[in-house]
């Protein structure tokens, strides 16, 4: 064996050590991050960026290359998990297949849910349908991930076998995984969203951004996934980076959200922000009106309240959508031996039909809020008045400004 072939078999042409082979490898699965966050899902699958024609195609190109993942089934699969989250027809919820099924499986899971040709069609909608995509990526999907073996060894050698398999795990553990399993299962919420979204962290570094999760379903059109001072998205920053550039065009991020003081009944303006942002509005509820008043009933009934498990108690956030029907029941029979906290819920459940009725008459929709603030205010109740006088004020900010 010659000295030249056997130092190409140990280093491959770079010559890198395994420092400058880790930092490579860094590297190549961030920009498949940045592909996947980026393009795949917040410009393609939600529309809320569009990228200049030739990085678009770069990052297409790199997912083929790294994942051999679709476009058009990709999207198709995340916008369909958004249409029937926490149901059973949700490709990948932990919440119905188990956690340790998406954890561990997701990859097959998506596999599973692109067979479906049905639901790509009617999903996948505006995806990439170009000659290279018909006659390479889509037709010719494994070609990508058996190119990138061949990059790997002609870069580093046998060493890069290793490279190649590790980066081919990447993305089903971290975001079939990861965040699409437990960003539905455990972390911490800002929101009190209809599924189970959570946010892993408040600064989404090392998966794009996509840890910011229960803020990502709150508002899914948005590019930018944080939405609290001390959260840190870096896929925000890089569209951010790129659009000074003149790379990228935002189209939509969440709107802000305001306060208007001393707002006498709610108006036009209020009911547009409510709309926007409802679960924001339901979230302030629970932890405004309905937490206050739980720890008022503990401090009085004392072991009546205590014999509550937390995590029934807890679940007043959501009208007991998540437990089981024997948690429903109990937790149903507590709150009506408990007349104040009764009328609480009944006034977060009107509250929330006012706000569910958003494609009616905007007319009878703002009505209907005018009443529930007069009947809101007139039980008495310190933390309902005090929330009502809050929510008359509700108006949208300009969203970019705090951007």
Not at 13 to 32: D, P, R
Request: proline share 4%; with cysteine.
């Amino acid at each position: 064996m010659s000295s030249a072939f056997y130092d190409w078999l140990t280093s491959g042409f770079t010559g890198f050590g395994w420092v400058g082979i880790l930092v490579t490898f860094l590297v190549f699965v961030q920009l498949t991050i940045f592909s996947v966050t980026l393009y795949l899902h917040r410009s393609q699958a939600h529309r809320s960026v569009d990228f200049h024609p030739a990085l678009a195609h770069f990052f297409r190109f790199w997912t083929w290359l790294t994942t051999s993942m679709i476009t058009k089934e990709w999207a198709a699969i995340h916008r369909k998990h958004h249409a029937k989250c926490e149901t059973d027809e949700d490709p990948h919820s932990p919440h119905t297949r188990g956690i340790r099924k998406v954890f561990w499986e997701g990859a097959e899971l998506y596999r599973e849910a692109r067979a479906s040709r049905e639901d790509m069609e009617k999903y996948g909608r505006g995806c990439p349908d170009d000659w290279i995509e018909r006659n390479l990526y889509a037709k010719h999907s494994n070609w990508g991930p058996t190119l990138m073996l061949l990059i790997d060894v002609a870069l580093f050698g046998v060493v890069g076998i290793a490279v190649w398999a590790v980066q081919m795990v990447w993305i089903p553990f971290w975001a079939a995984g990861v965040v699409n399993g437990l960003g539905h299962w455990w972390g911490y919420r800002n929101f009190e969203t209809a599924d189970k979204a959570t946010n892993l962290t408040p600064w989404g570094v090392w998966i794009g951004g996509e840890e910011l999760h229960n803020n990502h379903h709150t508002f899914p059109s948005s590019a930018k996934f944080a939405l609290r001072k001390w959260e840190f998205d870096i896929g925000w920053v890089v569209i951010r980076g790129l659009e000074k550039l003149g790379l990228a065009r935002v189209l939509r991020v969440a709107p802000s959200l305001d306060v208007r003081p001393n707002v006498a009944m709610p108006d036009s303006e209020t009911l547009k922000a409510l709309l926007s942002h409802r679960f924001q509005a339901m979230t302030d509820y629970y932890r405004s009106v309905l937490k206050p008043a739980l720890r008022e009933e503990r401090a009085g009934a004392g072991a009546g309240l205590e014999g509550v498990p937390r995590r029934v108690r807890r679940a007043l956030a959501s009208d007991g959508r998540w437990l089981d029907a024997k948690g429903r029941e109990r937790l149903q029979a507590w709150v009506q031996a408990h007349p104040r906290l009764a009328l609480l819920v009944e006034y977060r459940t009107r509250l929330a039909a006012v706000l569910e009725a958003r494609q009616s008459d905007a007319a009878a929709s703002l009505h209907s809020l005018q009443e529930w603030c007069r009947e809101a205010e007139a039980t008495g109740i310190r933390g309902l008045q005090e929330f009502s006088a809050r929510l008359k004020g509700y108006t949208l900010a300009p969203a970019r400004a705090a951007a």
